[in-house]
């Protein structure tokens, strides 16, 4: 018998028309775990590194994490794994709710998805019975209405459905996948479900989930409803904190430009709550998870929508205007599905081109004068593609090349062709350098979390985080408690975090475990439900695959590389590692270039960040090192030249 | 008889549904709790509390199942609160024909809350940490009645409904000579 994995996966051809139930190799999980760590490994197997993300070659795959359906609380992030038109590489983004447990339910770890249906369709999956269906009667309509149309239309109110909006439709690369609660948002991966003509996904699963050792994992479950609930470090705070002096004053506004730091006051704050207090209609979870990040707003004359996160702030920050904004043009960005990280930086950067008179009337045809009307007037050209939002619609930095005529300046604030959030800051962080250079999702708070952002002033308090920080190899302890306000941590040190950082991600992404309660978290009171020294012990009694805290690092580094290896074989070297050009104003190049070399090291890459043949071998990816080889990316005789020799 | 054996212990949960928010942590315990073994599997749909939910008109009513009914009633309720909208059957506890709630997915037999039997605190309750719901025990004076249909009786009195007596009965005798 298979514990916490259904041993199935789903595929989906939509050119063909054909569905097939396949099982799974069960030693992929014991070495990827699953989520995205198995999904990287289809995306390796079966689509060759020429393929265009928007072809019908290219695979979007559905992943549950090994974790769903498991009482394993908080575990419900589904991955969706696939090649993004924004960057060109490998994407990964994630959505919670209640998607990725119910497809486990209907007995599937992954839905992989090819080919491109000659017109509009949706998945239906109930339990055994597969369909695709026609979806012409859901062309244009908005995320969520799609899903209660589906709900109704099927008899199911039980149904999780993912669906895509306008944006995905027309092929945006903001779009997103949203489902309830949240969303995928990363990088397009909604124009290429756009792509594939596939509208939605529904899901009704009634199939039981076994695990190995039911007493054992049910008395650690237990206990971790209350400690997760109590525990004010995890989940995300922003859904119920009114202060929001700490983005409004220190993030950047605007196209990521200008600080405002005496912004919030207390006269605003009380505008802000008196307005949340009449849009805001309810707080949600996710699934079997007792926290409350999530909550609907009812906006006059919009469809009902979550708010997610940073999202509460960002179309107001980058138009300059009140939070009322926001609320409002949320509405229809939720029904659209778009990325609330990119898009408003995506508007903004117009809007400057415009003041700049790079864009112009031409471009722009009456073009409004206020903030709000303009942010309201690109996002219909932009989720349309229709004259200059086709160009904006492929992201900052590939419309500034198209539109050329010094528009390039205006690009600052991306990394690998992404968008990031809006900080502009004083003197470089190393770990947060290399995070930005090297990380595979390209977007920060996907790839910090664990080790605290800056040292911790007073060194009572310092002493005391330490003490309680549970959640720390013993090497970290010290160098926090080291690290002194305004002075660097040593190369190692910092090669050390950003690795520890990004490692809790990818097993997070493996098992399926949100991040608000693990790898995002530890930074905040190291003290997050989920870590490197409990989550062993959680997968074996769940799955029945026995783990360490180094087997666990071990699969984490698997997967890792193999992502890595999946962005080098697409052309991914060392000239793009860097982070967004003004991200912090004073810079040391040389020293951020020896952080660069040692991270490289550290990792077993060579000096052009491509993973050696001993690292990939030692990590059981000969396929990969095979490959490698025969392409020319690495030679058979190991002659390239390391990080290490280098240095 | 005497006055003490018309106490009865009367275990209630209560249900707020304002603290309720979607988890569905209590499908998750309950279908957990009644696995066999205890815990071994888990599947909301075979709990015997589901959490009927409408997120966008923000409808959460966790909803323990009841008895096992052969028809639909006549005359279903809407109700309104508070501005808000309830459809139809949204906090009828039955095992209905009008419904897939409260059926085994397989079987389709009628699921019946019973109060987590053995435990001291019903497992939803104790998964519930938003305090949707909440457990209380108190005495209370009952004229005699009939005991409770046990599990098994429930689920042969609706096999009887649909079948009709004499088909289960041969079923039961040829299952028993099987054995
Ligand atoms: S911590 Fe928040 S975002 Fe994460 S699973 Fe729980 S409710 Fe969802
Ligand atoms: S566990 Fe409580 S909060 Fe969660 S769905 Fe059930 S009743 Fe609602
Ligand atoms: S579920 Fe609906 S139809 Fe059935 S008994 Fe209850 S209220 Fe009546
Ligand atoms: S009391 Fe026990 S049997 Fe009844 S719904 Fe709750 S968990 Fe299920």
Known sequence: MRYAETGFNLEVDLSQGSVKRVPTDPKLTELHLGGQGTAARILWDRVPPETDPLSPDNLLIFSTGLLHGTPVPGANRTSVSTFSPLTGLYVNSLMGGWFGPELKFAGYDKIIISGEAPGLVYLYINNDRVEIRDASHLQGKGCQETATLLQKELKEPKLQVAAIGLAGENRVFQATIEHANSSASRHGVGAVMGAKRLKAIAVRGTKDVYVARAAELWKTCRGKYQEIYDNKNCGDPMAHDHNESFHVDNFAWGNARTRRKDYWNKEREEQWVGLWKEVRSRDSGCYNCPKDCHYTISYPGRHTYFLKCFNKLTYSMAAFEEIDFNYNILGLTSAYGMDGFSTPQVLAFAVELYEAGILTNEDLPDFPADGAARFFYLLDKVVRREGIGDVLADGVYRAARRIGKGAEEYDHNTTKKVEQVPLKLGVVNYPFFLMYCTGEKMNITQIEGSFPQAPIADPEKRRKFVENWSAAPERFKKWLLEWEPRKHMPIEASVNVCDWNEAMHYVDDAIGTCAWLSSFRGQFGGSPPYHLFNLPEIIALAAGIELDSDGLLEVSRRNRNLVRALNIRRGLRRDVEKPPEDHWKIRDPEMEQKHLDAYYEFKGWTNDGVPTRETLDRLKLEFVSEEFIRRGILTAGGGEETAAERA | ?179
């Open chain 2, 1 to 179: 008889m005497s006055d003490q054996s018309k106490k009865k212990i009367v275990r209630e949960i209560k249900v707020d549904l304002d603290k309720c928010i979607g988890c569905r942590a209590c499908e998750v315990a309950c279908s957990g709790f009644h696995a066999s073994p205890k815990y071994s599997s888990f599947n909301p749909s075979r709990s015997r509390i589901r959490v009927v939910q409408d997120l966008v008109n923000d409808v959460y009513v966790p909803l323990r199942a009841g008895e096992y009914t052969a028809a639909e009633c006549t005359g279903r309720q809407t109700f309104k609160i508070h501005g808000k909208q309830y459809s139809e059957c949204n906090f009828c506890p039955a095992s209905c024909p009008s419904r897939e709630l409260f059926k085994e997915p397989d079987s389709g037999l009628p699921l019946k809350c019973d109060m987590c039997a053995d435990e001291k605190m019903p497992m939803c309750v104790e998964v519930c940490r938003p305090g949707a719901l909440t457990y209380e025990e108190r005495e209370e004076e009952r004229a005699d009645e009939e005991p409770a249909l046990g599990e098994v009786e429930t689920g042969l009195k609706s096999l009887v409904h649909k079948y009709g007596a004499q088909k289960v009965m041969d079923t039961i005798a040829r299952l028993s000579q099987n054995d």
